[in-house]
Antibody
Framework: QLQLQESGPGLVKPSETLSLTCSVF??????????WAWLRQPPGKGLECIGS???????YYNPSLKSRLSMSVDASKNQISLRLTSVTTADTAVYFC???????????????WGQGILVTVSS | QSVLTQVPSASGTPGQRVSISCSGG????????VYWYQHLPGTAPKLLFY???QRPSGVPNRFSASKSGTSASLAISGLRSEDEAVYFC???????????FGGGTKLAVL
């Protein structure tokens, strides 16, 4: 049973870089051959998919965040990372990581998810 | 404002049947599958249904889901106290080229 856990600073200053790590337990990133996604939910607002990354290096980034975003996979550590530069208070949110599950017909969805980590952008 | 529309709250008493709706448009629910999740704040969201109405193993058959046109619905029968959670829907949007989500419906079991 795969389990995901997000970690990183809970407080980031405006204009600085938000860096988070998602650790995968109960399975190997390499053998799952999956994409891994980051999503976020600002306080009182709906969810947003930030983007996804494969250990091959292939990425999909939300167009609204693309210029500030980078994601990568470290298969040796079984971790996925997220970097979001030049943050503002609008980037305050609970950040989730999730595995992108896929069937043979190409449909995909998020499962499982981590429990999320609150990141506050404030001076 | 979420692209998929859900009422913010719903309630029921133990044993009752409740229904939670998710309304979208032609570029999301009208063309793509809907997915349903159950979320207790502070825990990992749990997949309840994929591809409109497919129930993953481990999800009780008290839960059912359907979709018609640009609207989808999640139903819970034989309501239990442990069903108290936030339920949200998700779908890919072909026009926005992103995943879109409902704002979530907070279900209270009275």
């Amino acid at each position: 049973q795969l389990q995901l856990q997000e970690s990183g600073p809970g407080l980031v200053k405006p204009s600085e870089t938000l860096s988070l790590t998602c650790s995968v337990f109960g399975g190997s990133i390499k053998t799952t051959n999956s994409y891994w996604a980051w999503l976020r939910q600002p306080p009182g607002k709906g969810l947003e998919c930030i983007g996804s990354v494969h250990d091959s290096g292939d990425t999909y980034y939300n167009p609204s965040l693309k210029s500030r975003l980078s994601m990568s996979v470290d298969a040796s550590k079984n971790q996925i990372s997220l970097r979001l530069t030049s943050v503002t208070t609008a980037d305050t949110a609970v950040y989730f990581c999730a595995k992108v599950d896929e069937d043979t017909l190409g449909s995909n969805w998020f499962d499982p998810w981590g429990q999320g980590i609150l990141v506050t952008v404030s001076s | 404002q979420s692209v998929l529309t859900q009422v913010p709250s719903a309630s029921g008493t133990p044993g009752q049947r409740v229904s939670i709706s998710c309304s979208g448009g032609g570029s999301n629910l009208g063309r793509n599958y809907v997915y349903w999740y159950q979320h207790l704040p502070g825990t990992a969201p749990k997949l309840l249904f994929y591809k409109d109405n497919q129930r993953p193993s481990g999800v009780p058959n008290r839960f059912s889901a359907s979709k018609s046109g640009t609207s989808a619905s999640l139903a819970i029968s034989g309501l239990r106290s442990e069903d108290e959670a936030v339920y949200f829907c998700a779908a890919w949007d072909n026009s926005l080229d992103v995943w879109v989500f409902g704002g979530g419906t907070k279900l209270a079991v009275l």
